[in-house]
Structure formats: C-alpha cells, structure tokens
C-alpha cells in the first residue's frame, strides 16, 4: 500500500503542552488500594507505596494525575482522608457499591504524585456538596499558614503548601449516574461560584469546569453553551469525556474509533468559540480531554461483583493488541488538536481500565495500551505539525469512510528530532511510506520503534507480561508500516 506523509516545520498546529500525558486515579476498584498504595508489599516505602508499581508509572512517563475522581468524588468528603489515620471513618461509596477506607487522602497523594514526578490535579464535589467545602480544601491545600486550615495541613506533617495548580469543578455533573447530577443551569450557576471562591483563596489556580460526560448525551452541545454562559469568565478549561469499546468483535470499526474523538473536540472548540464571541472576550477556552480509554471488556465481569467491599476488583480490563492500536490512534487525535487541548488522562492509570496492573501482594506488569503512551510521553514533545496523509482508504462502520494510515509528526526544536508516530490500520496489507518534511535541514533517520503482534487479541498477563512488547527496527532507507501497527520513526537534524 503506497502511503505519502507530509508535514512541514512552516505550517505548526502548535506546543505540545507536557500535560497531554496525564493519567488519572480514582477511589475505585484497585486503583488505590492494592495498586498505588499496599502496605505489607514486598516493595512498598514507609509510607506503604508500592515501589514496582512507582517505577511503572515512571517508566509510562505520566506527567500530571487526576484525583480522587471521578464518580467518587460526587459523595466524597476530603476532611474524612486527612490526620491520623486509625481514626479515619469508613464510608459507603454510593458511586461504586463499594466499601472506602479513608486511608489514602489528599496528603499521602500528593506525596506520591511528587515520587513519581507527576503534577496533581484535584477535582471537587460539587454533587453532594459545594463552593464552601472546595474552597476549604484549596485552603487546607495550598494556603502557606497562618490560617485553621493551613495550620491544620502543617500539623499534619505537610509544612509546605501542596501547590495543586491544577483543578476540576465536579465530575461528569451532567450524567443522572452522578452523585447530585444538575442541569446545566444549576451547574453552571455552582461552578461560577465555586470558582470565584476558589481563585480568591489562591489566584494561580487552573479550574476546569465540567463538559459533556460523552458526545452521546442528549444534551450534549446546549450543555456546553450554558455552563459557558455562567462561568466562561471564571474557569481555564473545559472538560471532555470518551471512552470506546470493540463490542461487535469488528476490529475495521473499532480501530476508526478515533474519527469520533477528533469530531468530539472539533464541536466542543466550535462551540467555546461560539461562547466567546458572544460574551466579545479575550480569552481562548482551553480543553481537557480529562478521561479517555478503551473500556469495554469488564463490563458483564462487574455485574458480579459483591457490593460493599474493600478495593473489589472491579474495571479491571484486560487489553488486547488491538486496543493498543485504538491508543495509538487516540494519541494521535490528541495531539492534532494540540492548539486546544491542553490536558488529557488517559483513564485510568493503576488496575482500573489501566496500562499498570498489580495482584495484591504479587507482582505489576505493563498492559498492551502501556506502550503506545509511553512512546508519546517521551517522544512526542515539541511543536505538532500539521500532518496529511494520501493514503488508501476504507469503509469503517459507523465512523465511516477512513484513511488506513492515521499519523502525526511533532518537531522537538531543542533536541533537533522529529517524531512521526503512526498507525496502519490495515489487517492484510503493509504500508510503504515515503515521508515529506518540509522546511528543515537534511535529516538523519535514527530510531523506528515498532508494536506489532500477528495475534491482535494477544494481551499481557502476570504470567505472560511480555507477549506483546515494542521492538526496535533497524532504521533503513525504506519506512515500511507493517500491517496493522503502532510505529514511532525519529529522525534528528
Ligand atoms: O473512569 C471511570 C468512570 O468513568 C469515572 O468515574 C467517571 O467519571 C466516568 O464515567
């Protein structure tokens, strides 16, 4: 299949900013408990997080983690996971039929977000609770002392401010899923509020105001405009919700998925521009593409879960090949709308829906999904070109007519490197791809990196963590795309 790539260092989307590799971890599941934190690990520090699993998050390159959710944060009180921990309460989690512990709480992950090298990013309830609660805990957070809640911190063992910049006003408030779900008009009224209160505690602030819990929601686009309406002012970003899942077994289909994520973001800008321009300000409405993934395959398994227990095992998607390839493409999406989006999680990050699995007690491994992020993170960094490909094409479903190759190429100025990451999405055929990059200096192909499997239902297990694995191909004149696979081509100048 003959493939021709363009791009050119004259003709950029714009910055890659480093948070377009955050991740996110939620009370849910094992996420926290048996995953970040275990206390009678093998690997686990003094202050019981687990070391195997803080290497993997390393190694992924994850530069800024959501917390606590999600679903949970919409009945969570922050004050029940501060202080001593024996005396922390035990509570219902209405959002997952699940039992929590309090014994992980804003202190210990901000202290494990700084282990790993990840910036936080804290969302409040705005379901059960308000403005009051957030602006108390931006206090307890970040206010340097002097203050009950400051010196509360301090007597807690966290002399300095924790410094969250990063934070989310609600979670998913549009969904009737969530803990004291709104309409938008309410919301928007409660997140006008909250922010004023909450920048007035502490003025470098970053708040994200809740977007559409996906682009299926019946009011998907008028919620947008009016939470808008009310807090365009206020706020820095805009959330944006997706996840995607093969449950028709058509793997054409499915590896087009992203075709969805890019017209998601594209409606989501025209509208923020829209608000914009009404309300004749300045001001450019940033994105948070705050929860994406693939998850699918646990669902029927979680239907059998007990209820109100401990860290069940629940979410826990088990990915194939193919999903990696789904990521590829996703990363892809992402980056071209680089201009706008400026923070994305993939959700999430430690057993539940995630690329880190653990067994309470036993060992961690890397997912399929893993890889593909972890290439991005390091290498896609810079400025993002504008990327076109001629290429073959083919029906794909509901997401329709779709080029077989999905790409983009990002120039990293400082190391003298262009990155092209690529996915072929055909299943019978490789791609021969000439690349055309305009506008630099001669260019020396040093890297291809290739995640290919012939099993595309192949996963990473415990027992089998290496099945599917990246190779290095040796860089030759010819850039050969093998039938469908994820590839990362560096050249340097
Ligand atoms: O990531 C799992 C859940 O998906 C989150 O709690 C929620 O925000 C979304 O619906």
């Known amino acids: 299949m003959k493939t021709t790539i363009f791009a050119d260092r004259r003709f950029p989307i714009g910055r890659v900013d480093e948070k377009l590799y955050g991740s996110f971890v939620e009370h849910l599941g094992r996420a926290v408990y048996g995953g970040m934190y275990e206390p009678g690990h093998p690997t686990a520090d003094e202050e019981g997080f687990r070391g195997d699993v803080m290497e993997l998050v390393k190694k992924l390159g994850v530069t800024l983690v959501r917390y606590p959710g999600g679903n949970f944060v919409s009945g969570y009180n922050w004050e029940d996971g501060i202080g001593e921990k024996a005396l922390r309460p035990r509570r219902l989690d209405l959002a997952w039929s699940a039992l929590e512990t309090n014994q992980v709480g804003v202190g210990e992950f901000r202290s494990w977000a700084k282990k790993v090298g990840a910036a936080p990013m804290l969302a409040v309830n705005l379901g059960t609770r308000g403005a009051k609660e957030a602006r108390d805990l931006i206090e307890y957070c970040n206010f340097p002392r002097g203050t009950a809640l400051s010196d509360l911190r301090r007597s807690h063992g966290y002399e300095e401010p924790f410094g969250v910049k990063y934070w989310c006003l609600g979670n998913e408030m549009d969904g009737p899923w969530q803990m004291g779900a709104k309409t938008a008009g309410e919301y928007g009224r409660l997140a006008a509020e909250t922010a004023k209160l909450m920048k007035w505690v502490d003025p470098e602030a970053k708040l994200v105001v809740c977007g559409s819990s996906h682009s299926g929601m019946p009011t998907f686009g008028a919620w947008e405009e009016t939470v808008l309406e009310h807090t365009y002012d206020h706020v820095d970003y805009l959330s944006l919700h997706s996840y995607y899942g093969n449950r028709s077994g058509d793997t054409g289909e499915f590896l087009a998925c992203s075709r969805d994520m890019d017209e998601f973001i594209s409606v989501v800008e025209a509208i923020c521009d829209v608000v914009k321009q009404r309300k004749h300000s300045d001001k450019t409405m940033y994105l948070s593409f705050d929860e994406w993934n693939v998850w699918f395959h646990s669902n029927e398994q979680d ?189 340097e100048y």
Not at 408 to 437: F, G, H, K, P, Y
Not at 441 to 469: C, E, F, G, Y
């Open 303 to 491: 239907k059998k879960i007990e209820k109100w227990i401990q860290a069940p095992p629940q979410l826990e998607d088990v990915y194939t090949f193919e999903d990696a390839l789904v990521t590829g493409c996703l990363l892809i999406t992402l980056l071209r709308h680089c201009d706008r989006v400026k923070i994305a999680c993939l959700a999430q990050l430690i057993n539940v829906i995630a690329p880190i699995m653990t067994e309470t007690g036993g060992r961690a491994w890397a997912q399929t999904i893993f890889y593909p992020f972890m290439h991005a993170a390091a290498l896609a960094r810079g400025t993002a070109l504008m990327t076109k490909v001629d290429c073959p094409r083919y029906a794909a479903g509901k997401y329709g007519d779709t080029p077989y190759v999905e790409s983009i190429a990002v120039l990293d100025e400082e190391n003298r490197r262009v990155t092209l990451l690529a996915v072929n999405r055909s299943l019978t055929e490789d791609a021969e791809a000439s690349l055309e990059l305009g506008g630099l200096p001669p260019l020396r192909k040093t890297r291809h990196i290739v995640l290919q499997s012939d099993d595309l239902k192949a996963v990473n297990t415990a027992d089998a963590p290496d099945r599917v694995l990246p190779r290095e191909t040796a860089p030759g004149e010819r850039t050969v795309l093998e039938k469908h696979s994820w590839n990362v081509i560096c050249w």
